[in-house]
């Protein structure tokens, strides 16, 4: 009886070692899946970080932008006041040539003042339109960057989205394990 005591003791004594070995081994295991997820999860911190810097980059042109269009805005009305000025301006010549209808050599002498500053308003007033086209394609441009650049900003919510529900769901799933 007393060997087999022994023996018993010898086999729970080796079954105790066998199951710390593998407690052992299951604690090393877990500490570099550890690992690998605290990795992860920097890359990640890291890359949002990137993102987060990009965006402010973006906000920050786009208040430039802002600025330049607010200052070509301005020069729209600028440009509109001129136009009605030189309108305004046409409007009096051409009475003051009906009032000069009476003589007929300061009739030949102002129509071709009047048509020297008339060939200069339509000629200002074509250089304006130019101008407003010009403006009105930059305008066009600015708004696709724009568009563009909200078209990013999406794609990056929703990588940041997707890369919540990864964390989320490998949090919970080490919770459970």
Do not use: P
Not at 11 to 35: H, K, P, S
Not at 67 to 74: C, M
Not at 88 to 93: C, D, G, N, S, T
């Amino acid at each position: 009886m007393k060997n087999f005591q022994q023996n018993l003791l010898i086999v729970l004594a080796l079954g105790l070692c066998g199951l710390c070995v593998y407690q052992w081994y299951g604690q090393t295991a877990q500490r570099v899946q550890i690992e690998k997820l605290n990795q992860a999860v920097y890359e990640k911190a890291s890359a949002i970080q990137g993102y987060t810097n990009s965006l402010h980059a973006l906000d920050g042109q786009i208040a430039q932008m802002d600025a330049r269009l607010s200052e070509l805005k301005e020069n729209v009305k600028t440009n509109d006041q001129l136009v009605l000025i030189q309108k305004r301006e046409i409007a009096r010549l051409q009475s003051a040539n009906e009032g000069l209808t009476n003589e007929i050599a300061e009739y030949k002498k102002g129509l071709a003042t009047l048509e020297a500053k008339l060939k200069d308003a339509y000629d200002g007033i074509k250089k304006q339109n130019e101008a407003i086209k010009e403006l009105v394609a930059q305008r066009d441009e600015f708004i696709a960057k724009f568009n563009d650049s909200v078209k990013d900003r999406n794609g990056v919510v929703a990588k940041y989205n997707e890369l919540v529900d990864k964390v989320t769901k490998q949090q919970n799933g080490a919770a459970k394990q």
